[in-house]
């Protein structure tokens, strides 16, 4: 089933994840939070600065997370992804919520694209409360695309999880 880990396998995934997120936080840590905006690969010298706590447009590349608090778009602006503050992450067109982790409530970190391929919603503590399932894919990244459908695409470009979500 979509979303479960099973045995060893979750142990493995678990002890990797933690140590993938203790190395994160130190990186951050290190070089401050700074380091989570600006301009990324593909964007010219020219362009504006994201708004703080938004990440530059597109998604995340493997290795790379969403804090809470802050949120990515399409690079057309009609689709965001956002960690919200009570802990859901949520993608929103212009008209309002398309989908959810439904884990309002909940005291999330970190939202990360793991370098195993697998999207996992992480709780203060470590825990893992969400993932899309789709470890064994290293190198994957999710793209908030400008039709407003989240997708994780593998190393060879082929979609391996979606949201499913349009624009309206």
């Not at 990797?16 to 989570?36: D, H, P, W």
């Not at 493997?62 to 802050?70: D, I, K, T």
């Not at 893992?128 to 990244?141: D, E, F, K, M, Q």
């Not at 999710?142 to 349009?166: E, H, K, R, S």
Request: proline share 4%; aromatic share 8%.
């Amino acid at each position: 089933m979509e979303g479960e880990l099973e045995g060893d396998n979750m142990e493995s995934q678990t002890k990797t994840v933690r140590m993938q997120r203790r190395v994160l936080l130190a990186f951050i840590a290190l070089v401050g939070a700074s380091a989570c905006g600006g301009s990324g690969p593909g964007e010219s010298a020219g362009t504006s600065e994201p708004a703080e706590g938004t990440l530059s447009c597109g998604g995340l590349g493997s290795g790379e997370v969403l804090f809470r608090g802050q949120s990515v778009g399409s690079c057309n602006g009609r689709a965001f992804l956002t960690h919200q503050g009570d802990g859901n992450v949520v993608v929103y067109d212009r008209v309002g919520p398309l989908w959810s982790t439904n884990t309002w409530g909940s005291d999330t970190s970190a939202f990360l694209m793991q370098t195993d391929g697998n999207l996992v919603l992480y709780a203060g503590n470590g825990q893992p409360l969400w993932w899309s399932g789709t470890y064994g894919n290293p190198g994957a990244r999710l793209a908030m695309q400008d039709d407003c459908n989240l997708v994780i695409y593998n190393t060879a470009g082929n979609p391996i999880w979606a949201t499913m979500t349009f624009c309206r």
